[in-house]
């Protein structure tokens, strides 16, 4: 393993290692791009939390002011890394740009309330298509396109 990144990029290794810690303490080899992989992990890991407690607060105004039974958790709100309906990658930005992408929490069953048995996480634009139609209309329209 070589000892420092300079020496990494000349043999094209992936990782070096210096011996020395990451400002976070972790004693592991750095990656050619000066990251720590670990440091990476925590912050995907925070993200993903953050994202599922924002989703969780969120769904929970909405719901309390609609007058929708609530009782999701935290722990409830189980990310895939793709959209269980579209097959898109979930991304877990808070940013508007991506808003199709991001993960939304859907009821299986619209007359019941926001419950652990009763919810699926897919992404924004799945949930905006059931949304805007009934099974119905979809029908209907899916029909008209492939005519
Ligand atoms: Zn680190």
Redesign the pocket.
Known sequence: MPTSRKEALMIGASHYFTGK??????L?PRHVSGN?P??LK?AHRRRTEDYAAWILKAKQANAKARGIEFSLQQKDIVIPDKCPVLGIPLKKSISKGDAGNSPSIDRVDPSKGYTPDNIRIISHRANRKKQDCTVEELRLLLAYMES
Not at 21 to 26: E, R, S, V
């Open positions: 810690p990451c400002k976070n303490g972790h592991v720590c670990e440091c925590q």
